[in-house]
């Protein structure tokens, strides 16, 4: 078991997919926003260099176990792609032996969120209830206006560097196979999709194209754009919660491409 260093409440066990964070068992959910406890979020964090801090556990997940009473687990995955989408694969289909699936994403986390989510509807596995990206990277060609015109709103992003560092990810695939950048991929057929950015994020322009695109392919889109990080990160938990606990009680097998 891993030491707790944030809510006394929840417990963290390690598994081999990553560490799972487990509500109180007193309490499914806030009294706000009960949750379904046989739910289990798979929670794919940011990469390292996109990410705030460098802990195993984000503090979001443990806040999202204790508002909804799911089960959440960090997933673990490889640095390259594609052993980072087989990791979050396997993860996936361990997770399913728990209850069913929600799969949340943080930017290059939510590239293999939506990822997963075409390689589920391809093979004809069964999908997660929903899915939630947040801040996603969804294409990694990198030529969205927003990397250039939102540059001055967060100095510490270095876009020259996350290219670097996409093109290491990539080990070679092309930025343009749909299943490396999901918003270049067919969108018919996914569950529904929350999508969670700010309006100041260089990322924002795959946020909208992607709503966009999933909108007119017949996907359930909820998008939410909030002025700036510092009131994104104020809302992500409860509007993950709201979304999650709509979703994860509702039974919706998605028609295929």
Known sequence: MIDLRFEADVRVDESPAGPVVRPPVT???????????????????????LSSTGEPVPGSARRL????????????????????????YAGYCSSQAAGPVVVVGERAGAQLAAALLIRLRDSGAPPPRCA??????LDLNMQAPSLRLNAAADPTFD??????????????????????????????GLPPVQLLVAG???LLDDSLAFAARAARSG????????????????????????????WARTTRTPQRA
């Open 159 to 188: 876009a020259d560097r996350l290219r670097r560092h996409v093109t290491r990810y990539a080990a070679g695939t092309a930025p343009t196979d749909p299943v490396l950048s999901p918003l270049r991929a067919n969108l018919h």
């Open 132 to 137: 939630v990206l947040v801040s996603a990277l």
């Open 65 to 88: 176990a204790l508002r909804t009473g799911a089960t959440v687990v960090c997933g673990r995955y490889r640095p390259a792609f594609p052993a980072a989408l087989e990791d979050v």
């Open 219 to 246: 996907v359930t889109v909820d998008l939410r754009v909030r002025p700036d990080a510092a009131s994104l990160q104020a809302e992500i938990v409860p509007a993950m919660t709201d979304f999650i606990t709509t």
């Open 200 to 202: 100041t994020d260089l």
């Open 27 to 49: 309490r499914t959910a806030t009294q706000n926003t009960p949750g379904p406890a046989e739910t289990v979020v798979l929670y794919l964090h940011s990469d390292r260099y």
